[in-house]
């Protein structure tokens, strides 16, 4: 048997940085190969090297038994390897079917977009797959999980054989990510090869046929679901032992610190995204909310901090009513947020990681009087957070776009604990980050709570709202649709609750 | 391959080398201007230079040409800090020469009273003039470059229409369309004899420190970097991004207003109808050629003020057309704003050229 592509001796470096080095692969037809490993490992700069989206300093490419080099996705496409991006490339006000033809319409007469033709092709290659998809539906009406169908789909229109699935699985619910599995089950079926990035070890445990591990731009291991633990893939991806679970001890939660009344939040298209959520954090526990990605959550988190105005409703910090000040004033009185986009509204990477720690009271003394800032007390302030929060970088004046994304969040993690905050909302918290940061963001949420803070988790990672959380919090379509505690909190049931299901 | 500049710090290369080059290649694209229209390049540019530095007065003038360059390029230079495209430093610096001048011939006080509120005045009205962009921005979500540059037509014809017009700034006492002249008193006075630089240059190496010092030592500047550099993670800090892009335009137009008041105190004394100087929109070059450093504004200014000076010489002289220094700024932009040929030509490693900064890029694609 032939395998679908072998990479040999891949080297490709940035600089100093040796993100791919000498790493060997090969691929099967009719397999699903899991390439595991962490943020930075390199996973994503050899897939970009097999899409033709960077060109590798040496190292040889063997598709379907033939050596190949590959200048660019057309190179890539026309010898049948289809690559699904994180972050979808789709034109949200087209169609479904116009989505998928892009770049290869068919026309007749000439000119003229023969849609007719393209709706009943797409709808063909649905079919084969199981890749349920309505082609005359505008892709902004769709969920993310039927865009993510769109996108293989498209792949699999221009002919692909050999599929990149990058990190699939990030934005979809658990029932989603069993339709997608299924989906790669049936594509693996009919002979084609995909290939998996990931970092989550279950899912690689249930849908990998072989598993490839790297670390540093180096492969540790090839191996199988059978012949390796998920604690072995742990341990490989980080290379030392790692503990799965969040250690903690039974929550011991005091007087109300945070509490949300009847909310209301509009969205940036002024349509309801939070609709009347009422939510109450005490002291000493962590509350999560559990939800796909986009049913208000980014609303709610930016409502609390202050940051979107609420249509009705109020929220409490400390038992004082917040509704109407500034954010400014809300993060002065006891609030601390870490913002569910890291780039976007966590640091700023030009600035240096002193100045990122101070983003909140660059004006406050001691960091400045009257307008000067005193940059020594900056400094010395940052220089003891970087200490206490491990973060692995020269010094305070490194710029912060140069840390590696564990140590940015641990940035914002810092100086959002720093202030000794009385409620933390923690959004996203580990995006992003590898797992070693992922143990210690967890470590410290965990030991502040048991200090007395009252923490409201935002995670789209169901396993991190799960192993933190001391009562779970259910949204869907901006609705809290369950509270659960304790017993109650249970994967499947709220995977059904997220997806919109009636509480069991 | 390596070369022995990058042995040098990443600032080096980018405040000193890539701009160096950049002007040099700029002139050479300028050369080939010049050979196809029959002339000999070394020739007009050995006329240039000697129009621009040979002799004491004609290195004054270059000085006193530079002047303007320094402030405009200061404001424009700290709009971009701030993410905002300033492109209406043209008509701020003739709000800062009409409310000044107004001050300067109204007014009858000591030169040290009388100059510093002149000034002032003049900072004051191209504030509030450049502010009023800024708001229009943070309230209504007006892009700055639009509304500058209608901005700009507006202060030409408000200025035409109050020196013209009695009874409001025209000189009752003579037919031309003018202001009264200032009050003597009001004169920036001469710094070298014989010549005509003015103690405006003196103003304008306190302000680039002072520049300097405002962004990267003060909270205000910081607000204006860190919104700037990315307004969302500002905004989840709790900085106002709309109060933050209307002191940040403000503070612009301030140092453009400058420009101008320095201009009338310094050198006319008087102000007529005003006709589009040119000066706003060189700025502009001379922010993107310094890289928005205030430090660098003042040699990129001094370039300036050369190739303005020396460019009239070099027509007396050689016949070239003054207007080639247009094609030497142009180029000297294009290379700046493509950091990726620099980096090629100087066999640079990707990372020791930064790139130019968003708004920085915005304000090359549009000019």
């Known amino acids: 048997m032939t395998a679908a592509l072998e990479l040999r001796g891949i080297v490709k470096t940035f600089g100093e940085l040796r993100a791919n080095d000498g790493v060997d692969l090969a691929v099967e037809w009719g397999r699903v190969h899991a390439l595991l490993g962490e943020n930075g490992a390199g996973k994503s700069t050899l897939m970009n090297v097999v899409y033709g989206l960077t060109t590798p300093d040496s190292g040889e490419i063997v598709f379907d038994g033939r050596p190949v080099v590959i200048h660019g996705p057309q190179d890539a496409i026309r010898l049948g390897i289809g690559m699904v991006h994180q972050h979808f490339m789709l034109i949200p006000p087209l169609t479904v079917a116009e989505n998928i033809i892009l770049g290869q319409e068919i026309t007749s007469p000439p000119g003229v977009i023969d849609l007719e033709t393209a709706g009943r092709q797409v709808s063909e290659l649905s079919q084969r797959y199981g890749l349920e998809v309505p082609p005359r539906a505008r892709i902004e009406s769709l969920s993310v999980g039927v865009q993510q169908r769109v996108e293989i789909l498209k792949a699999l229109y221009r002919g692909a054989r050999l599929l990149i699935l990058d990190e699939p699985t990030a934005v979809l619910t658990p029932q989603e990510i069993k339709g997608l599995f299924e989906i790669i089950r049936n594509l693996v079926a009919e002979g084609n090869a995909v290939i998996f990035i990931t970092h989550k070890l279950g899912e690689v445990m249930e849908v990998a046929d072989a598993i490839t591990v790297m670390r540093r731009g180096k492969v540790v291991d090839h191996t199988t679901p059978q012949q390796s633990t998920p604690a072995d893939l742990a341990r490989m991806m980080v290379g030392r032992p790692v503990l799965l679970r969040v250690e903690k001890k039974p929550a011991h939660p005091g007087d109300v610190r945070l509490e949300v009344k009847g909310l209301v939040v509009h969205d940036d298209r002024k349509q309801v995204a939070v609709d009347g959520v009422d939510l109450d954090v005490r002291s000493g526990e962590i509350v999560g909310i559990a939800g796909v990605e986009g049913n208000g959550q980014n609303e709610l988190v930016e409502a609390i901090s202050g940051l979107r105005p609420a249509v009705s409703g109020q929220v409490l910090i400390g038992g004082r009513d917040v509704t109407r000040r500034s954010a400014k004033s809300r993060l002065h009185s006891g609030l601390s947020v870490i913002p569910p986009d890291r780039h976007r509204q966590g640091v700023i990477l030009e600035l240096p990681i002193a100045d990122n720690l101070v983003l909140e009271d660059f004006d406050q003394p001691p960091f400045a009087r009257w307008i000067l800032r005193n940059l020594r007390a900056v400094f010395d302030y940052a220089a003891a957070l970087i200490k206490q929060f491990d973060i692995r970088a020269a010094g305070p004046a490194e710029p912060t776009g140069s840390l590696s994304g564990g140590n940015q969040q641990k940035v914002v993690v810092a100086r959002e604990l720093g202030t000794n905050p009385e409620v933390l909302v923690a959004a996203q918290p580990t995006r992003g980050v590898d797992v070693g940061s992922i143990e210690f963001i967890h470590r410290q949420i965990v030991d502040q709570r048991d200090k007395g803070l009252a923490v409201l988790l935002v995670s789209s990672e169901l396993d991190e709202v799960l192993s933190l959380s001391d009562r779970v919090a259910v949204v869907y379509r901006g609705r809290v649709v369950a509270i659960l505690e304790g017993e109650e909190i249970d994967r499947d049931r709220i995977g059904l609750l997220m997806a919109g299901g009636a509480a069991a | ?367």
Do not use: C
């Open chain 2, 1 to 367: 391959m390596r070369r022995w500049w990058s042995i040098f710090p990443g600032w080096v290369i980018n405040l000193v080398i890539v701009p160096a080059a950049s002007v040099v290649l700029g002139f050479g694209v300028a050369a080939i201007a010049i050979v196809a229209t029959g002339a000999d390049p070394s020739q007009a540019y050995l006329a240039l230079f000697q129009g621009a530095f040979t002799n004491t007065n004609a290195f004054a003038e270059t000085l006193v040409s530079s002047i303007p360059y320094v402030f405009l390029g200061l404001g424009v230079a700290l709009g971009f800090r701030a993410g905002l495209f300033n492109i209406g430093a043209e008509g701020q610096f003739y709000i800062g020469s009409l409310s000044g001048v107004f001050v300067a011939y109204s007014l009858h006080l000591p030169a040290l009273l009388l100059i510093p509120l002149s000034i002032l005045a003049a900072m004051a009205g191209g504030f509030l003039y450049a502010g009023f962009a800024g708001f229009l921005k943070a309230r209504f979500g007006a892009h700055e470059v639009i509304t500058t540059i209608m901005l700009n037509y507006v202060s030409f014809l408000l200025a035409n229409y109050l020196v013209t017009t009695p009874g409001l700034m025209l000189d009752p006492h003579t037919r031309t369309p003018r202001t009264p002249y200032i009050d003597p008193n009001a004169a920036l006075p001469i710094i070298i004899p014989q010549s005509r630089l003015h103690a405006g240059f003196l103003l304008a190496l306190v302000a680039i420190p002072l520049v300097w010092l405002l962004i990267n030592r003060t909270t205000v500047g910081f607000r204006l970097r860190a919104v700037g550099y990315n307004p969302g993670a500002a905004r989840a800090a709790g900085i106002s991004v709309a109060t933050t892009t209307v002191l940040a335009m403000g503070i612009s137009g301030a140092l453009a207003a400058t420009a101008g008041i320095v201009q009338t105190l310094g050198i006319q004394h008087v102000m007529t109808p005003a006709v589009a100087s040119g000066y706003g929109f060189d700025a502009i070059a001379v922010a993107l050629l310094a890289r928005s450093n205030p430090w660098a504004i003042l040699p990129a200014a001094m370039l300036f003020g050369a190739l303005h000076n020396g460019a009239s010489f070099m027509q007396l002289q050689t016949q070239v057309s003054s207007d080639l220094i247009s094609i030497v700024q142009a180029s000297v932009i294009v290379f700046i704003a493509a950091p990726a040929i620099i980096r090629w030509l100087l066999r640079l490693r990707e990372g020791q050229v930064a790139k130019v900064a968003i708004t920085e890029r915005e304000a090359i694609s549009s000019v």
